[in-house]
Structure formats: structure tokens, C-alpha cells
């Protein structure tokens, strides 16, 4: 049971490109969640899918796009990345959305040149 | 506008004491409250949690107590262990807002010395 994976661990980009982040859960959750974390802010909401089929916005979405493909996996996506973009990345699950706890993944630490 | 408040960005504990850490917010809707622990390079780890319908909740050597009326809680760890040493996270959500969404606070560094 390996529970929340994200992968890649670190990525380096230049301004401009694009990347996709990805995220998968094996506790058959319904609900995931992408934050970012940055220095003195803790961890920021980006956009969320309380259920398959269902995504919306978070406090912070601009620059960034999500998709829930299947139940277990959901990703983000950078079309064109920005400094202000340099960050580490989280997922999260939770069994569903009325279900407080959620359980997040290692992180992506992404650094945008 | 921070709706999740940690004021002290570190604290250092001899090994063997109690760890106090604080959390203040503003939203009145608030009504499920978290602590995370956080490692580095690894993701927050959940730890404890408190409804508002509580004011304290007990799991072993960690204590979450909540007061309403002052919209703050804190977490007490006794004793603390150089283990324990790790950023903790306060988070909170409302039971009426779709999607379970949590907010966090900015985190306090915690050091537990031997």
C-alpha cells in the first residue's frame, strides 16, 4: 500500500516550458487535492476534485490546470511556467469530501529558471 | 488576508518537557481543525484533529485543545521527544464549504534538544 505517489521528486525548468506533475492514490479515495508550499506561507490550495469526474479551483489557480483522469490518479499541469511557479508541489487525498483528514504525497520541488 | 495564524515561526524544548504550539483564526465558520507534522523532503503527516463541538482531544503523548470564544487551539506535546523535532502545521475547514478544502497556517519549527 503505497498510498499517495507523486512523481517527478525534482524537475528544473526554464521560463516558458511546460510540465505535468502527476499524482496517484491506492487507497481507493475520492477526493484529491494540489497544493503548493512556499517559504513563511505554509501550504496553499491550487484546485481540488471532491469527486472523479469533478475539479475546481482552489485560493491559487492561475497558471495551472488539472486533471482527474480516473479515480486514482489526478495531475497538474504547468502550460507555460513562470519564476513565480518555483515551488514544492503536494497532492493529498481524502476518503471523501465531507472527510477531514487528508494524506499527502512526498512532494515535487520545482524550480523554474 | 491569513485565516490560519501561527505567530512563532520556531520553538526549542529540552527533551523531556512539554511542547506548546499555537494556532489563532479568524473565520468564524471554522469548525474541523489538524495538526501536521512535516519532516523535510517528505509530505505532512496528519497527527491530530478537533471538531468544534470539543474542546480538548487526547491521542497519546499529543493534546489539541480548542477555544472558540478566542478562536484559538493549541498543541501540547508532553514529554517532547528529539523525534518530535519537525514542522507542525495547524490547518482548519468548514463543514460548509463543498470540497473539504484546508487551510493552512504558516508553520512553526520545532526543536527538541537531548
Known amino acids: 500500500n503505497a498510498g499517495v505517489t507523486q512523481t517527478p521528486k525534482f524537475q528544473v525548468l526554464k521560463t516558458g516550458q511546460s510540465m505535468t506533475l502527476q499524482c496517484a492514490q491506492d487507497m481507493n479515495h475520492n477526493s484529491m487535492y494540489w497544493y503548493r508550499q512556499d517559504p513563511g506561507m505554509g501550504l496553499r490550495l491550487i484546485y481540488y476534485s471532491a469527486s472523479e469526474g469533478t475539479t475546481d479551483k482552489g485560493e491559487v489557480p492561475n497558471g495551472y490546470n488539472v486533471s482527474r483522469l480516473n479515480k486514482r490518479e489526478f495531475s497538474l499541469r504547468l502550460e507555460s511556467a513562470a519564476p513565480s511557479q518555483t515551488s514544492v508541489y503536494f497532492c493529498?487525498?481524502?476518503?471523501?469530501?465531507?472527510?477531514?483528514?487528508?494524506?499527502f504525497g512526498p512532494g515535487t520541488r520545482l524550480t523554474v529558471l | 488576508d491569513q485565516q490560519v495564524k501561527q505567530n512563532s515561526p520556531s520553538l526549542s524544548v529540552q527533551e523531556g518537557r512539554i511542547s506548546i504550539l499555537n494556532c489563532d483564526y479568524t473565520?468564524?465558520?471554522?469548525?474541523?481543525f489538524l495538526w501536521y507534522k512535516k519532516y523535510p523532503a517528505e509530505g505532512p503527516t496528519f497527527l491530530i484533529s478537533i471538531s468544534s463541538i470539543k474542546d480538548k482531544n487526547e491521542d497519546g503523548r499529543f493534546t489539541v485543545f480548542l477555544n472558540k470564544s478566542a478562536k484559538h487551539l493549541s498543541l501540547h506535546i508532553v514529554p517532547s521527544q528529539p523525534g518530535d523535532s519537525a514542522v507542525y502545521f495547524c490547518a482548519a475547514s468548514s463543514s460548509m464549504e463543498y470540497g473539504n478544502k484546508l487551510v493552512f497556517g504558516a508553520g512553526t519549527i520545532l526543536r527538541v534538544k537531548s
Open positions: 493529498a487525498s481524502s476518503r471523501t469530501s465531507t472527510y477531514n483528514e487528508q494524506f
Open positions: 473565520n468564524s465558520m471554522f469548525d474541523y
